[in-house]
Structures are given as C-alpha cells and as structure tokens.
C-alpha cells in the first residue's frame, strides 16, 4: 500500500471535540506529522471502553437504507462508519494479548512444574477471548496495516499480511520471561440461517524459551445471532498441545439455546489429558466472563485458575510514548480521521475519510496488477497457503526479536 499518499490523507486531521474522552497523540516531526488516536479497549467493565457507545439499531438500519437503494451493485458497497467502532480488527487481536490487568502470560513461564505451566496457559488462552458488541465491528485491515505496543517487557508486533484473505499475523517477545508468541489467522463468515458463524483458521504458539516448550492452539468461532435474541457469542471447540511435556487440553466453548436459554452461556467445559497414557488429569468447567476452575480428578479437589474480574476488568488504554518512531501504516494512525469522526458522531467525515482509505488501498491493488508487482509482506513471511476449504496459512518473523514500541500500555 502506498503509505505517503495516506500520511497525507490523515496528517491534516483536526484535533477533536473537547468532550470527547478518547486519547489523542500528535507527531510534531516536521518530516512525519502523524496523529495517532487510540481508544480504550473491549472489556469485561463495558464492551466498548468508556469512550464510544453504539448508536441505536433503528439508527444504523436507516443509515444503511439511505445507502442503499434498490438495484445497487453492491460488488463496491462500503458498510457505513456507523457500523463500526473505532478501532482495526488488527488492535482487537492485539488487545487480546497486551491489554490485561493481571499479568497472566508471564505466569505461565514462571510456573514451577509442567502442570502449572500448562494450567497457566489454558488460562492464558481464555483470557484472549473479548466480549463484542451486536451489530458493530472493527475496521477490515487495510494491506500492510501494522500495530506496534508495548505493555511492560513485552512488545507485541502484527501486520496484515494478506487482504483476500483477510490474514492478520503477530509476533511478540518478552525477554525477561523469554517468551515468545506466534499468530496467524483469519474468519471464514456463513449465514446459518438464523446468523453468521465466523470460521477461525489459523493457529496460535507460544513458546517459553527457558523451558523448551511450545504450545499450539486454536481459536473458537465467533457467532452472531439474530434469532431469537441477537447477540456475538464465542463457540466451538479449542484444543492445547504440549508436544513436550505430552499435555493436552481439550475446551468446549458454549451458549445459549436457539430457545434463549442461558444456561451454558458463556460457559466452558474441557479436561486436561497426558496423551502418554491418555488420563485425565483436571476437568475444567466455567464461564469465560466470570471463573474458570480445574477439579484434581485423583482428589476432587477444585481451585480457580481465572478470573474474568482480575484480568480483563479495568482496562488502561494504550498511549504514544514515543510520537517520533510512529508509522504510517500504524492502526491508530491509518483509522484516526474515521475513528474522530466515529466518536464525535460526525458520520459524514467518517464514511468519507473511511471510503477515501479503502479506495486508496483498491487502486494499490490495480497498480500493482498492472506492474504484476505481488504484495510482499514488511515483518513476516508468508507461506504454506493451500487453497482448500481449510486453508493453511503458515507466518515467519523476519526478525527473531520485537523491539520496543513507541505505543506503550500504562500499568
């Protein structure tokens, strides 16, 4: 994507309403004037930070008639800023991993034996689950789109490394707990007939260093209901291998009934196994947004190994510490003009700085067809795409560490 005519789409945007109470951070480099503006992050306390609430869905449906009219070719259609919240599918996956208020991936490289480490992880990998809102979303990642953060010892690196389709990667390292952590995925979305499921591909590896264990996992699907209640649900089934230590955990993510019984909403059920001797060691039962606990099945004895409370409560937003090592493809900057105009309701300037980033990105694609130029990713190799229903999408960092980044995440 060709960055310098973006930086001097963005670079001239207004500083914001007052009222507002998202952060705003501008680049005074007289070579590279960028504005970042972050917004807080998708908690447990509410499910879009304190900075952006939804307008109402009565308001959304007759903005999305108004853009369309009957016999519209829809091939070129731009969802209206309305429906979005300001922020990049590309922060959401990085949200996941940096934005905690208990520091549960350090605790799975400190954990005394290879249970306590991998107990650490299960709970690690619940805590990367967000509650959504129904009927917004984040931004589709632009090509080259990139976010950079630091929260303590961990920098946390990802990129768009494929637009069709859309595969996001990420790359993070924390060298004082040498850990290392790989990503690479994308959603296949199917109407079901009473709403979308949201295919996650891809996996997820986290490596401790120190300890020569890698796990690999998956990511449940996500689900957007309409019928009988609408609602976004976390669903499917998520599996943990050791291949070290012969440990595996099996979760099942569940909900409500199509009736709207709740019984299982939000609700996760698994066990722990040894594939030595295939026996269960812990079953695991709780609900992602509240308490995830394991039961000794040698003892019966039960203990918490998650709190939704202590790790995805009370969110601090990311801010610039350091505007002069911004990008031009950095989220916050690519999104700023659409994520003011998003947070001060000015839906015009919204939808017009958000078509004017997305029709950028399609001439890219034209020019490069014309050169016959393919696309190249900046941090990460890409390989192993096999065009199959289940497609494998394999990335490698380019470099062996992620350095420290000029967006930083307060404690």
């Known amino acids: 994507m060709n960055f310098y005519r973006l930086r001097s789409f963005i670079k001239d945007s207004p500083p914001p309403s007052s009222s507002s ?38 308001q959304r449906v007759f903005t999305l008639l108004k853009n369309v009219r009957p016999g519209s070719d829809l091939t070129r259609f ?62 589709n990642p632009v090509l080259g789109e990139t976010h950079h953060v ?4 961990l920098n946390v690196l990802l990129e768009q490394v494929s637009h069709h389709p859309p595969v996001s990667a990420l790359h993070a390292t924390n060298d004082k707990d040498n850990i290392e952590m790989t990503m690479c995925q994308y ?31 998956n990511s449940p699907n996500l689900v957007i209901k309409f019928f ?27 909900g409500s009934s199509f009736l709207g019984r709740k019984g299982n909403y939000r609700a996760i ?3 722990i196994i040894s594939s030595l001797n295939m026996k269960t060691i812990y079953e695991i039962n709780g609900h992602w947004d509240r308490t995830v606990a394991i039961k000794d099945v040698s003892n019966g004895k039960t203990r918490v190994i998650y709190s939704a409370k202590d790790v995805i409560s009370s969110l601090k937003t990311p801010v610039v510490k350091d505007p002069k090592g911004l990008q031009a493809s950095e989220s916050a900057v690519v999104w700023a003009k ?20 997305e029709e950028n990105e399609r001439e890219m694609v034209r020019n490069r067809k014309i050169k016959g130029e393919a696309w190249v990713p900046k941090h990460f190799i890409l390989s192993g ?15 062996l560490k992620v350095p420290p980044a000029p967006i930083v995440v307060p404690f």
């Open 150 to 153: 630091t929260r303590g010892n």
């Open 269 to 271: 059920r698994g066990k």
């Open 385 to 399: 795409c096999k065009e199959t229903d289940d497609r494998a999408w394999e990335v490698k960092p380019r470099n």
């Open 338 to 357: 659409v994520n003011e105009g998003i947070l001060n309701k000015k839906w015009d300037k919204a939808n017009d700085a958000k078509v004017g980033i």
């Open 187 to 217: 959603a296949i979305p199917k109407f079901n007939g009473t709403g979308i499921e949201a295919k996650v591909i891809g996996k997820r590896e986290l490596s401790l260093l120190e300890k020569g264990e890698t796990y690999v996992m």
């Open 21 to 58: 109470s998202f952060k705003l951070q501008v680049n005074d480099n007289e070579d590279d004037n960028f504005t970042a503006l972050l917004t807080s992050p998708l908690s447990l306390d509410t499910t879009s930070g304190n900075d952006y609430t939804a307008p109402n869905l009565l």
């Open 228 to 254: 009988p209640v609408p609602d976004v649900e976390w669903l499917g089934n998520v599996t943990i291998k050791c291949q070290e230590t012969g440990l595996v955990a099996h979760l099942c993510y569940k």
């Open 78 to 139: 731009t969802l209206p800023a309305i429906f979005n919240i300001p922020k990049s599918q590309l922060q959401c996956y990085g949200e996941s991993v940096y934005c905690v208020s208990n520091d549960v991936l350090s605790q799975c490289a400190n954990g005394e034996t290879a249970v306590d480490r991998f107990t650490s992880v299960v709970a690690w990998s619940v805590s990367t689950v967000r509650p959504l809102m129904f009927g917004v979303a984040p931004y």
